[in-house]
């Protein structure tokens, strides 16, 4: 049974950091792609960073390009996101995604099997 449990989230004010994890269990993690989405009160469910298996490709929404950065460590199954510079419009629901063997359509949500149960992140002075 595939899990992947997020943590790392809470309230950071404007122009602060904070880090998200993913841990992976029950998937060959070194051969699967990673993204995380978020989802903000009222809003649909939006695409925010991905990084396919063997890091070969790495996408970024562009409201967060040069503020986030997504990363994985296939040693210990977990995939994070650095959120530097954040803003209040980054408050939202972020989840993590997986799907095996894929480097297309990262971008989008219908192309993952497999999800977290979200962590909040609320950017709030």
């Known amino acids: 049974q595939v899990q992947l449990v997020e943590s790392g989230g809470g309230l950071v004010q404007p122009g602060g950091s904070l880090r998200l994890s993913c841990a992976a269990s029950?998937?060959?993690?070194?051969?699967?792609?990673l993204a995380w989405f978020r989802q903000a009160p009222g809003k649909d469910r939006e695409f925010v960073a991905a990084?396919?298996?063997?890091?070969?490709?790495?996408y970024y929404a562009d409201s967060v390009k040069g503020r986030f950065t997504i990363s994985r460590d296939n040693g210990k199954n977990s995939v994070h996101l650095q959120m530097n510079s954040v803003k209040p419009e980054d408050t939202a629901v972020y989840y993590c995604?997986?799907?095996?063997?894929?480097?297309?359509?990262?971008?989008?949500?219908?192309?993952?099997?497999?999800w977290g149960q979200g962590t909040q992140v609320t950017v709030s002075s």
């Open positions: 990084i396919s298996y063997s890091s070969i490709r790495i």
């Open positions: 029950g998937l060959t993690f070194s051969t699967s792609s």
């Open positions: 995604a997986a799907v095996r063997w894929t480097l297309d359509r990262l971008r989008t949500a219908d192309n993952y099997n497999y």
